[in-house]
């Protein structure tokens, strides 16, 4: 039995929502119904602050950089996003017409300044000159898309040309050098299908994947523009417009395989609890990282039954609802599980969170498909300690039954463009640490940092900028990532002469082998590794052990804190170096609550070209071979 309808919820009203069925959902409880519920929701709270005219959400916060005018913009074209999924995904069914109230706001928005009534959107500028609105252009489009037979139809001939002429505004204009691209794409491909396509919008189109092509990194994996960087944004944005048009459009291609491609890997990247990775921007769109979930069941490009898949999405959208991401506004707050202002960018504003309308792209399936008739399966997470290296992106990735956190080891993806120099400056946690997990953030810019390697030098400590991959690779439990870079100083001399430190992470099970290479330091240096940062009250442990090479062990803190407590503690070890040297230490997070001994490596060996060790309790000796970097496994003389 479902609860009292969502229109007549909004800002102020506690969301309610259907009885859970575990029956049908055994691990969460949410069914199709939940979703709705959500989107109602959702969507009610944000028509609370609509314009006069109805073109304009303005939703209460600070303004993002682009300014209210283009945050009312965003407010409108993000909640109907979700509308129009809630809405084609009933087949026209809007018992609480949502669609209605859009239409008003297109009349006003699309209408020139001198109409009746006219509340004009911002025009679609360039990038670098108020470009915002492009990104909501594509919502915009795409929601007229889903929602043509009960929304654009029914529009009068002069209310469709108004709005044709602001959404064409996004084929002219310059995108951001990255995913942006595929707004004007997904602009041209609503255009084209109302039979008011052109050369221009063949042309944008063509432009948009010729780019993906060369964005495309191979097992699925896109990097964000030129460069490399690998985060949420694969799921949805880079695999979410192409593969949704092609659908839309009755075809199918290498888009969709590539999204199954990506799904092999990215259906360990959650959480046993559903939570996402911490990991690079945008993050206050919560569970819209698991957009791409949702489309490959839509589509079919998905190596996941839907057992599996109605399960991640369940316990991502659970994971945000019971952490307080909603407030009592009725809407996302900018943050991760509730309000936080490290986790957000300056081009977020009020509205910005209603990118997680992504996920909803699984309400496209009714009730009597497989997805959502489907029964919660268990997860591989839950069966067996998983450990892989993923060679595209730089990762070694490494989950564990016990506590059901995934670790990633980041030793690829730095979100830098090829042409960028390296200013300690725009140094950005979200991308330089050395690991993030699904159960910890990183510390703030300008805070202690975690799961990082630094070098000081004359009271002046670096971070890590470009990230320069050696590899990655492993299976069967095990698994390893390198990398190099380059210490940044934040004052005087930005660098010094030849120094680079080189790091390796072996894993197995919840303990990471952590070696760091410090060559070339031709000044006496003190250099410091941290590891994961974590309220040592709480369930979460972090610990971090010197094993060779290290002088000291101490404890760091962050009064600060991350999205996940409010103080940190962070475990770590320093010594002095000059010349080159071999650290060695062993590192474990776990999300137990418990404390157990770390039983690490024995027969560790270090000298210049290699470090070998043997995981306790193997028959297998590990070596790291430095000159070019290689992790081999061999059985061990003992054996």
């Known amino acids: 039995m479902t609860t009292r309808a969502a229109s007549q919820q909004g800002a102020g009203h506690p969301m309610e929502l259907p009885a859970e069925d575990f029956a049908a959902s055994p ?27 109805r073109a304009h959400l303005n939703l209460p916060g600070r303004a993002s950089r682009s300014g209210p005018q283009s945050d009312g913009l965003e407010g409108f074209a993000r909640s109907m996003l979700a509308a129009a999924f809630r809405v084609a995904g009933a087949e026209g069914e809007d018992p609480h017409g949502w669609l209605e109230r859009y239409a008003d706001g297109l009349r006003a928005g699309g209408a020139r300044s001198d109409e009746l009534g006219a509340e004009p959107w911002l025009p679609i500028r360039d990038v670098d000159a108020g470009g915002q609105p492009m990104v909501e252009s594509a919502c915009l489009a795409l929601s007229l898309r889903l929602t043509r037979p009960w929304l654009w139809d029914q529009l ?35 255009l084209e299908s109302v039979g008011r396509g052109d050369e221009q919008t063949a042309r944008v189109r063509r432009r948009a994947l010729d780019l993906l092509e060369s964005w495309n990194c191979g097992d699925g994996w896109y990097t964000d523009g030129d460069g490399r960087s690998f985060d949420h944004y694969n799921g949805w944005a880079l695999h ?15 888009h969709g395989s590539r999204l199954e491609e990506h799904l092999q890997e990215v259906r360990h990247l959650f959480g046993a609890d559903g939570a996402p990775l911490h990991l690079g921007r945008s993050l206050t769109y919560r569970f819209a990282a698991s957009t791409a979930v949702g489309l490959g069941a839509l589509t079919g490009d998905t190596p996941m039954d839907p057992g599996e898949s109605k399960r991640v999405l369940n316990s991502s ?110 140094e950005d946690p979200l991308y330089a640490r050395l690991a993030y997990s699904t159960s910890t953030g990183p510390t703030a810019r300008g805070e202690v940092a975690d799961n990082h390697v630094s070098v000081q030098f004359r009271g002046r400590r670096s971070v890590r900028r470009r990230i320069h991959p050696l590899g990655a690779g492993g299976g069967g439990g095990w698994a390893w990532a390198g990398s190099w870079h380059r210490p940044i100083f934040p004052t005087g001399m930005a660098a010094l002469p030849g120094l680079r430190v080189e790091s390796v992470v072996v894993v197995r099970g919840a303990e990471e082998l952590r070696i760091d290479r ?15 940062a974590a309220d040592p009250a709480g ?15 101490e404890t760091l803190t962050s009064p600060a804190g991350t999205a996940f407590a409010q103080w940190v503690a962070i475990p770590a070890v320093r010594a002095d170096v000059e ?31 290699q470090v070998s060790f043997r995981w306790a309790g193997e028959d297998v000796t590990t070596t790291v071979r430095f000159d070019p970097l290689e992790v081999a496994r061999t059985e061990s003389a003992s054996a």
């Open 518 to 532: 410090v060559l070339d330091a031709v000044h006496p240096v003190e250099v410091r590794h941290a590891g994961w």
């Open 156 to 190: 009068d001939e002069h209310v469709q040309d108004g709005v044709a002429r602001w959404l064409s505004g996004a084929l002219h204009a310059l995108p951001a050098s990255n995913n942006w691209y595929l707004f004007p794409h997904t602009v041209a491909g609503f």
């Open 27 to 53: 691990y969460t409880g949410f069914t199709r119904d939940h979703w709705v519920a959500v989107t109602d929701h959702l969507v009610g709270s944000a028509w609370h602050w609509a314009s006069p005219g």
């Open 539 to 553: 369930d979460v442990r972090s610990e971090l052990r010197g094993l060779h090479g290290w002088e000291d062990e």
């Open 240 to 254: 979410f417009y192409p593969v949704l048009d092609d659908h839309l459009a009755g075809t199918s291609g290498v």
């Open 317 to 426: 959208l659970r994971y945000f609802l019971d952490r307080g991401s909603i407030g009592e506004d009725g809407l996302l707050s900018l943050g991760w599980h509730g309000p936080h202002a490290a986790t957000v960018q300056s081009y977020s504003g009020p509205a910005s969170p209603l990118w997680a309308s992504k996920a909803f792209v699984a309400l496209l399936l009714g009730e009597d498909s497989d997805l959502w008739r489907a029964t919660e399966t268990e997860r591989p997470i839950e069966r067996d300690d998983l450990a892989f290296g993923m060679e595209q992106t730089g990762w070694a990735v490494q989950t564990t039954r016990d506590d059901g956190v995934v670790r990633v080891h980041n030793h690829g993806s730095d979100h830098m463009r090829p042409h960028q120099g390296e200013d300690a400056a725009a």
């Open 579 to 609: 010349g080159s040297a071999v650290l060695v230490s062993l590192a474990r997070l776990t999300g137990t609550g418990e404390i157990a001994p770390l039983t690490g490596v024995q027969e560790l060996v270090v000298d210049d070209e």
